[in-house]
């Protein structure tokens, strides 16, 4: 039996792949780096860059505390 490739595979690994370029775009254009970001929102600084390669899925509390760091509402992360 032939493992498949889990990101070929699951369906939420574009939504998660969506995510994170949406969350570097707009920590980009604010200027900010992955570390100043995850000082901002209290994440650790590898969680953020996990998400931003969209290797992890973000909790909504992960969500909540990114929106209000980049000054925007939770539904623009998730466009």
Known sequence: MTMSNPRRTDP????????????????????????????????????????ERGEVGASLDSLVKLAVALDVEVHTLLM
């Open 12 to 51: 939420s690994s574009a939504q998660r792949l969506a995510l994170g370029r949406r969350v570097r775009l707009l920590r980009s254009q604010r200027g900010l780096s992955q570390e100043r970001l995850s000082q901002v929102c209290g994440l650790h600084r590898t969680h953020v860059g996990r998400i």
